[in-house]
T-cell receptor, first 111, second 116 residues
Framework: GQQVMQIPQYQHVQEGEDFTTYCNSSTTLSNIQWYKQRPGGHPVFLIQ?????EVKKQKRLTFQFGEAKKNSSLHITATQTTDVGTYFC???????????FGQGTRLTINP | DTGVSQDPRHKITKRGQNVTFRCDPI?????LYWYRQTLGQGPEFLTYFQNEAQLEKSRLLSDRFSAERPKGSFSTLEIQRTEQGDSAMYLC??????????????FGNGTRLTVT
């Protein structure tokens, strides 16, 4: 079945350093979504990527969708303590209504 | 938009007991999902409803699990004869739109189940 892998599982950085998480799917995706889950909270939608090679930016966050629509990445520039949390990618295959989530990358920051 | 509401927030039960959780989605959302999340893992898909129809169910879901959405509004998830391996956070999510729509999932705060 469809699998979505995410690396790394954990990342600890100093405040101000950059952070990147990578997502790979075993199948070609129709679209990919990114979510953030704060400690003790529930996943909250960040962004969706649909087109091959698409790049979207939200302030210090940059999201990319691979040309083959099987991988994606999230890059945070100059992390801040408010960026702490677990970042999940979630992929959907064409015609399917369910989103398959990766295992997440937990980001912790040393102030 | 009052958000997705789940009840209860926490449930502690003894092995072998039945439990039922409730989810009230965002009112205009016709699609409702149940996911399960264990510590350090991403949400794992359980089942999906479009209006009152249950259109997909994970093969990982045993016969002890059943979900309903009788009037296409709120949904219930029941686990019969609970096992310690059922301990997890059960997340409900809803989304708007019809087939092929790519709208985001809106999650509730979840029900944390502990089976002793």
């Amino acid at each position: 079945g469809q699998q979505v892998m995410q690396i790394p599982q954990y990342q600890h950085v100093q405040e101000g350093e950059d952070f990147t998480t990578y997502c790979n799917s075993s199948t070609t995706l129709s679209n990919i979504q990114w979510y953030k889950q704060r400690p003790g909270g529930h996943p909250v939608f960040l962004i969706q990527l649909v087109k091959s090679g698409e790049v979207k930016k939200q302030k210090r966050l940059t999201f990319q969708f691979g040309e083959a629509k099987k991988n994606s990445s999230l890059h945070i520039t100059a992390t801040q303590t408010t960026d702490v949390g677990t970042y999940f990618c979630a992929g959907a295959i064409q015609g399917a209504q369910k989103l398959v989530f990766g295992q997440g990358t937990r980001l912790t920051i040393n102030p | 938009d009052t958000g997705v509401s789940q009840d209860p927030r926490h449930k502690i039960t003894k092995r072998g007991q039945n439990v039922t959780f409730r989810c009230d989605p965002i009112s205009e959302h016709n699609r409702l999902y149940w996911y399960r999340q264990t510590l350090g893992q991403g949400p794992e898909f359980l089942t999906y409803f479009q209006n009152e129809a249950q259109l997909e169910k994970s093969r990982l879901l045993s016969d002890r699990f059943s979900a309903e959405r009788p009037k296409g509004s709120f949904s219930t998830l029941e686990i019969q004869r609970t096992e310690q391996g059922d301990s997890a956070m059960y997340l409900c999510a809803s989304r708007a739109g019809g087939w092929g729509d790519r709208s985001p999932l809106h999650f509730g705060n979840g029900t944390r189940l502990t089976v002793t």
